[in-house]
């Protein structure tokens, strides 16, 4: 059965194959998620034994975080250097232990389970470079990186609402809710898995217009880090704002949905995050349309732009009473979204690209996530002590105008920076003239 299919899938018309390796790619993503965010659902007002000054639920977000970006520092090789083959088994592995977590954190009482989720992050910062190396270097991938780009937008929303779901229909207590909501979405886990397992890798026409996408070693990755630091020191920079903030706004969004007046409603997760996804799915997958990589690498670098400036616009709008909670949301959440997902799906995908080394994008988008997760952990740890009298929305207020306003110029010195730097006669050393394959 398992050749049939890879057959088919070979075979099969662009628009099918697409279809189901983004599907696979979207619903893997977004079983992830129910494994990683559920707990956030719950406020966690009143925990017996918890005696400490900083708040539970933020020592809670600060431990799995914390265990996430270790796993980043991890990913930056393991991801790199993975075999394609080796990936279904690991992502398999990897949620199994964070479920494992999951049940110790419910089962262990307060303080000590704290420690249960660091454990749960640990393994789950590597999934989304397992399941994005099964996207990355096809002709397609804009259109691939995009679906499972909205599968983070939209999850998120949908498991905080099943696991509000779970505590106020089936009375799961709020310590049990997060392994509970995670086994629902195990079957959903293994059939998109297996799917991602059959998938061919990339044709020789793939590799012809995006570089062939290969196992790196350390002398490689210290070589490409070389070649283009300033621009990714600027990129990356803006990429650990956008992180930090997106952190905040996703692990902190009953918070400050209840400060705009919707305390309670477990449907207004889903019904501010489609929204977003739908946004931010049709402006990544617009960039397909453009063929050359250099023009396309402007192209993404101006959505993030864009994305940035949407995000202070709409909060100024909102401050403004201009637009309704739910519409600032949505747009504040679309300005976000349109910023974060090319920075960590297809600009690195077309900046491999048009270097036309052999390499992959994943071991960037591990070096970026690695910085933008200590970056989330240090606006954790920052709101608590540093601004402890500023509430939820205030503090979710000034953030956006931050990242917002320095996020946009941080972009544009990267964007003139890879526009210089990719100009004809001065591609990175020892690599092709034109965006083809370099082979060892």
Not at 365 to 385: E, H, M, P, W
Request: net charge positive.
């Amino acid at each position: 059965m398992n050749d049939r299919f890879r057959r088919l899938l070979t075979q099969a018309n662009p628009a099918v194959f697409t279809a189901v390796a983004g599907l696979a790619g979207f619903c893997a993503y977004f079983s992830m998620y129910a494994f990683r965010k559920p707990f956030t659902a719950a406020t966690f007002e009143i925990v017996p034994g918890w005696q400490f000054v900083l708040d539970y639920k933020v020592a809670l977000i600060v431990a799995q975080v914390a265990g996430y970006a270790v796993s980043k520092f991890i990913g930056v090789k393991v991801i790199s250097e993975i075999q394609p083959r080796h990936r279904a088994w690991a992502i398999i592995g990897l949620i199994g232990i964070s479920w494992l977590a999951l049940v110790a954190f419910a089962l262990i009482p307060t303080p000590w389970n704290v420690a249960a989720l660091f454990v749960n992050g640990l393994p789950l910062g590597m999934i989304w470079g397992l399941v994005y190396g099964y996207m990355e270097g096809r002709r397609v991938s804009e259109v691939l990186a995009a679906m499972l780009c909205a599968s983070f937008i939209l999850s998120s929303g949908v498991v905080k609402t099943v696991g509000v779901w779970l505590m106020q229909t089936w009375q799961v207590n709020e310590f049990w809710m997060p392994a509970a909501t995670g086994c629902l979405f195990m079957p959903l886990l293994f059939v998109s898995v297996w799917v991602l397992g059959q998938l061919p890798p990339p044709s020789p026409r793939d590799e012809a217009e995006r570089a062939r996408r290969s196992p790196m070693t350390s002398v490689e990755r210290g070589a490409f880090l070389r070649a283009y630091a300033p621009g990714l020191i600027a990129l990356i920079f803006a990429y650990v704002l956008l992180t930090a903030f997106r952190d905040f706004r996703d692990n902190f969004a009953a918070e400050i949905w209840t400060a705009l007046g919707h305390g309670g409603d477990a449907a207004i997760f889903s019904a501010s995050e489609l929204p977003v996804a739908i946004i931010a799915l049709l402006g990544m997958a617009a960039v397909i349309a453009v063929r050359d990589n250099r023009r396309a690498l402007m192209v993404i670098h101006a959505m993030v732009g864009g994305g940035f400036a949407l995000l202070a616009l709409s909060t100024l709008a909102f401050q403004a009473n201009l637009i309704s909670p739910l519409v600032w949301m949505i747009l504040a959440g679309s300005g976000l979204y349109l910023a974060y997902n090319p920075i960590n799906a297809v600009l690195f995908d077309r900046l491999v690209a048009v270097s036309g080394l052999v390499a992959n994008a994943g071991f960037l988008i591990y070096v970026a996530d690695s910085c933008g997760y200590l970056g989330s952990v240090g606006l954790l740890l920052f709101r608590n002590f540093g601004q402890p009298d500023l509430d939820w929305l205030q503090f979710f207020m000034m953030g956006a105008y931050v990242t917002g306003i320095v996020g946009a110029i941080a972009t544009l010195l990267a964007a003139i920076y890879f526009y210089r730097r990719s100009s004809p006669g001065r591609m990175a050393p020892g690599s092709a003239p034109s965006p083809l394959p370099v082979t060892r």
